[in-house]
């Protein structure tokens, strides 16, 4: 899996802090900027944070390169409504000798991977026949499966993220859109540590939202999530 982050708002989180300030103030928002530090900039960010007016954390916005994940990925991060996409067709591209995912349980099993691989590459060699024989890539792609390889570019908000992070670095979300997840987020620490402070899944900040399907390593969670 490869994640890089290609653009961002500049300076989202002044952005955040500018327009949430305007809710509260008489002046206009360059007084406003004039006046906002990076430290009274992150106190503010924790404080909408905290009281729950995260809708001005919608203002900045994190677009990301992601390859190397396979379309079972893909399908999990497509549900979540308020992002925007763009991937790769398997209408347009055609896929002969495609690249696919092998899921870790698989790889830990020699015997099972090794009827994995035959699998999909005999999927693999009649997709190649179908499209050789002149059927169109857009109905020979309907013998490609969920480990075939994809490429999507991504963009949300920081609203939205940290909504993604808490579902989606749980324990109990699959392993490969959780090591998604994790790889965002910590890209988006690195440009604004305060719009992402204590966010990851449920339980880094708060108690853990799933009840009787915890995984149970509430202090392990929390320690990974303070370090990340
Ligand atoms: C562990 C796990 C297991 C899952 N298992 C399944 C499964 O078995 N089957 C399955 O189909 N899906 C499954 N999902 C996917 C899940 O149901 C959601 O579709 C997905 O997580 C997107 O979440 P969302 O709708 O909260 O997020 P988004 O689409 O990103 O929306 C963000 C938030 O905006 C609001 N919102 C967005 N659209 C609307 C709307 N139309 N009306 C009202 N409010 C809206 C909601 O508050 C929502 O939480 C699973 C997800 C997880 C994390």
Request: hydrophobic share 40%; proline share 5%.
């Amino acid at each position: 899996m490869r994640v890089i982050m290609l653009q961002h708002t500049q300076d989202p989180e002044h952005v955040v802090a500018q327009a949430a300030k305007l809710c509260y103030s008489a002046v206009g928002v360059e007084a406003i900027a004039e006046k906002l530090t990076p430290e009274k900039t992150a106190g503010f960010i924790q404080k909408l944070a905290d009281m729950g007016h995260v809708s001005a954390f919608e203002h900045a916005a994190f677009t990301f390169g992601i390859e190397g994940v396979s379309r079972a990925l893909t399908h999990q991060l497509v549900r979540h409504r308020l992002a925007s996409f763009s991937q790769q067709s398997q209408r347009y591209v055609s896929l002969k000798e495609f690249p696919y995912v092998c899921p870790p349980s698989l790889q830990a099993q020699p015997e099972l991977k090794i009827k994995f691989d035959r699998a999909v590459q005999e999927l693999g060699k009649t997709y190649t026949e179908l499209l050789d024989a002149g059927i169109p890539a857009e109905d020979a792609r309907y013998l490609l499966p969920n480990a075939c390889e994809t490429k999507i570019v991504v963009t949300m908000n920081a609203r939205e993220l940290r909504h993604f992070f808490l579902l989606r670095c749980c324990n109990r979300a699959q392993w490969e859109i959780h090591d998604l997840a994790d790889r965002m987020l910590t890209l988006v620490k690195q440009v604004a540590p305060a719009l992402f402070a204590q966010t990851g899944p449920g339980c880094a900040a708060g108690p853990c939202p799933e009840g009787k399907m915890s995984c149970g390593n509430l202090a392990d969670v929390r320690e990974k999530y303070q370090k990340l």
